[in-house]
């Protein structure tokens, strides 16, 4: 038993250094979200109906992303997130992620933001927009050159 501790205790403090350094997708933004027909945003699984789920996020929709500590995956890509760029408060981030498209991969800076169905701040996990960091309607033109400054050091 006390050998098995052991074993265990070195095996946590070999890899914890390891992933203490990686980079992790913010609570917020974790779990599953929709994309409804002609909506620019996903709205999370909890407040979707049956209904709405069978037609909005799955035949007719744009369909289902899911997203965990450290990638999301859509209907047409999987993402691993590889730094975050820009941290402007809660519900509000720029990450850069490695994403696998059916043809191509590429690295993407994209802007995650939660609002509420008013778009005010202020209702969490009411719609999240994922909109290219460079063309975000959300983001300031300084914050933009932040980001396009941060994407130069990669």
């Known amino acids: 038993m006390k050998k098995g501790l052991i074993a265990l205790a070195t095996t946590v403090a070999l890899v914890a250094p390891a992933s203490a350094g990686s980079p992790v997708i913010p609570a917020e933004y974790r779990g599953e979200w929709c994309l409804m027909n002609d909506r620019p945003f996903h709205t999370p ?88 960091a460079n063309d975000s309607s959300f983001l300031s033109s300084d914050d933009k050159k932040r980001v396009q400054a941060m994407e130069r050091k990669r």
């Not at 859509?74 to 941290?87: F, G, P």
């Not at 850069?96 to 991969?105: K, N, R, S």
């Not at 701040?121 to 009411?126: C, D, H, K, T």
């Open 45 to 132: 699984k909890r407040l979707i109906t049956k209904q709405a789920a069978e037609l909005g996020c799955g035949k007719g929709g744009g369909g289902w992303i899911t997203i965990t500590e450290n990638e999301y995956v859509a209907t047409n890509a999987s993402c691993r997130l590889v730094k975050i760029l820009l941290a402007l408060g809660r519900g509000y981030h720029v990450m850069q992620f490695q994403c696998e498209y059916l043809e191509e991969t590429s690295t993407d800076s994209l802007s995650f933001v939660i609002t509420g169905s008013s778009g005010s701040r202020s209702i969490p996990n009411a719609r999240l927009y994922i909109e290219d």
